[in-house]
């Protein structure tokens, strides 16, 4: 058996985790066998590589009456890797809740703690294990105030089912409310944020200020900022590819360090559903943007429009 290569790290809370992860979304669109055997296989890469983080939730599945399909997949992937007892303990897999996918794929919001409970306890069930390291909160229910689902969420690290709590799709204010029930990571509260960050959308800059601010791992998604950013890489994003073609890489693997050099918070978790895609991504840890580089790319940012588009579903707060 080889020995997994050593991988540069970050910090989700007190974990230690691979500074890229991987996302594992795109295998659940399909229930054909031949997506799920290549799934399988390019989480394998992943870990292979040393990706110590694996991004999943219940609600990733191809119909509402498959919901946990992802969550089944990272468990089975898990389960058959060739690493040691030692390697696999090192894995973290973290996993989201909150969402509801009901009969005619009529999806909505639940943060009702005895939803909750349930949610939990399913997940940990279909991913075989006693307790969830890291359970992330999905999205807000608009039916309830703030104060009132982040205190549902505590409960469940109360509970023991989840050890530590993280936030997904969240803005400043809200984040700042859970902070001031829950407190930041040393003080036992929120350990990650979990939202959309990309050259393409750079909304909700402040989030990530407070998470810098309090040591909160800020974990991008759709961190390549999907199939439009490479659309537009020629003429919006050109700085990105001419860094690409001058080093010998992907403009794939300069974005990712972009995200990196941007923040030691900064976790991104880029999808991926194919061996070749999970290559690249272990690949990007390694590779560093110069500085002189990493102000070409922020220079050519500031000169381009974000994506301006809002979170939806925000809810009451009471402060």
């Known amino acids: 058996m080889s020995e997994v290569p050593s991988f540069p790290q970050r910090v989700i809370g007190d974990l230690r985790v691979s500074q890229i992860g991987l996302?594992?979304?795109?295998?659940?669109?399909?229930?054909?066998?031949?997506?799920?055997e290549q799934a399988i296989s390019a989480i394998h890469t992943a870990l292979d590589a040393g990706i110590t983080l694996l991004d999943t939730a219940d609600i990733y599945a191809p119909s509402w009456n498959s919901v946990g399909h992802n969550e089944r997949l990272v468990a089975e992937a898990v389960r058959t890797w060739h690493g040691s007892r030692d390697d696999k303990a090192r894995v973290i897999v973290a996993t989201k809740g909150g969402i509801t996918r009901k009969p005619g794929e009529v999806w909505?919001?639940?943060?009702?703690?005895?939803?909750?409970?349930?949610?939990?306890?399913?997940?940990?069930?279909?991913?075989g294990v006693d307790h969830i390291d890291l359970w992330q909160h999905h999205r807000t229910d608009?039916?309830?105030?703030?104060?009132?689902?982040?205190?549902?969420?505590?409960?469940?690290?109360?509970?023991?089912?989840?050890?530590?709590?993280?936030?997904?799709?969240?803005?400043?204010?809200?984040?700042?409310?859970?902070?001031?029930?829950?407190?930041?990571?040393?003080?036992?509260?929120?350990?990650?944020?979990?939202?959309?960050?990309?050259?393409?959308?750079?909304?909700?800059?402040?989030?990530?200020?407070?998470?810098q601010e309090h040591g909160i791992a800020f974990l991008p998604w759709s961190p390549l900022g999907g199939k439009s950013f490479f659309a537009q890489l020629p003429t919006r994003f050109s700085e990105i590819s001419a860094i690409a073609r001058e080093r010998s890489v992907s403009p794939f693997v300069v974005t990712l360090a972009w995200h990196l050099a941007q923040s030691p918070v900064i976790i991104p978790i880029p999808g991926a559903s194919k061996v070749a895609s999970a290559a690249s991504s272990a690949s990007a840890a390694t590779f560093e943007l110069s500085p002189a580089e990493f102000e070409r790319i922020q220079l050519s940012l500031d000169d381009s429009d974000p994506l301006d588009d809002e979170l939806v579903d925000l809810p009451r707060l009471r402060g």
């Open 142 to 211: 608009p039916s309830l105030t703030y104060e009132e689902q982040f205190h549902n969420l505590m409960a469940l690290k109360d509970q023991g089912i989840v050890r530590r709590i993280g936030l997904s799709n969240v803005n400043a204010e809200m984040l700042r409310h859970a902070i001031a029930i829950g407190g930041t990571p040393r003080e036992g509260g929120v350990v990650s944020v979990q939202n959309e960050w990309s050259p393409r959308y750079r909304q909700w800059a402040d989030v990530l200020d407070i998470c």
């Open 108 to 127: 909505g919001r639940n943060a009702h703690l005895d939803y909750l409970l349930r949610a939990v306890e399913a997940s940990a069930g279909r991913l």
């Open 23 to 36: 996302g594992c979304m795109p295998a659940s669109w399909s229930t054909e066998r031949e997506v799920h």
